[in-house]
């Protein structure tokens, strides 16, 4: 039978902080509209404006958290800061402080301390809980279940920071997580 999935999408939005209200209240019309419309990032809030020079981020993620975001994926600017002394703690902190689950299915943080109070693996779960990484949800829409999953590009390797974080194949982990 016929079931329609509404979808709002963000990403790469880089601290520009400049048009949230906009945003926030494009939202609210979706959703007033449409309730179950899911809202998701694709990732790359961080870096790009002062804003994230002052506040690493946490700006951004009261907006989200506002907005009710259902999840979030990494984007390679996530990973910019590994290298600067701190590494990856504002990264950290963003996740604790979600009030959303994040999706992953090729990125291990295992190997980075900062994120031993993090839920994170192999699990796909219909109970996320915020603040804690995935390989994959199942959320149920108007009687349907949805699954999502999230990758982030391999060559972030080469092109930010990651230190302790590591990447699998992406087309791997893609393929092992909707089997």
């Known amino acids: 039978d016929n079931f329609n999935l509404s ?8 601290a520009h902080l400049d048009n949230v209200a906009k945003r926030v209240t494009a939202v609210k ?4 509209e449409k309730p179950n419309a899911l809202l998701v990032d694709a990732g790359d809030v961080f870096s ?6 002052e506040f690493r981020a946490q700006a951004d993620l009261e907006f989200m958290n506002l907005m009710g975001y259902d999840l979030m994926t990494f984007g ?3 990973f910019d800061l ?7 703690q504002a990264l ?3 996740i604790k402080g979600a009030s959303f689950p994040f999706v992953s299915a090729n990125v291990d943080f295992s190997k980075d301390p900062l994120f031993k109070d993090v839920n994170q693996g192999d699990l796909i ?3 996320p809980e915020d603040g804690n990484i995935y390989k994959g949800i199942i959320k149920e829409v108007d009687g349907e279940k949805v699954g999502i ?9 080469a092109i930010a920071s990651p230190e302790k974080v590591s990447f699998e194949n992406y087309l791997e982990e893609a393929e092992e997580a909707v089997v």
């Not at 790009?48 to 020079?53: A, C, I, M, P, V």
């Open 7 to 14: 979808i709002m999408h963000t990403n790469d939005t880089h």
């Open 29 to 32: 019309n979706v959703r007033a």
């Open 76 to 78: 390679n600017h996530e």
């Open 125 to 127: 779960t219909e109970q």
């Open 92 to 94: 950290a902190d963003f």
């Open 48 to 53: 790009g404006t002062l804003y994230f020079n």
């Open 149 to 157: 999953f999230g990758l982030t590009t391999e060559e972030t390797v």
């Open 82 to 88: 590994g290298s600067n002394e701190g590494g990856h």
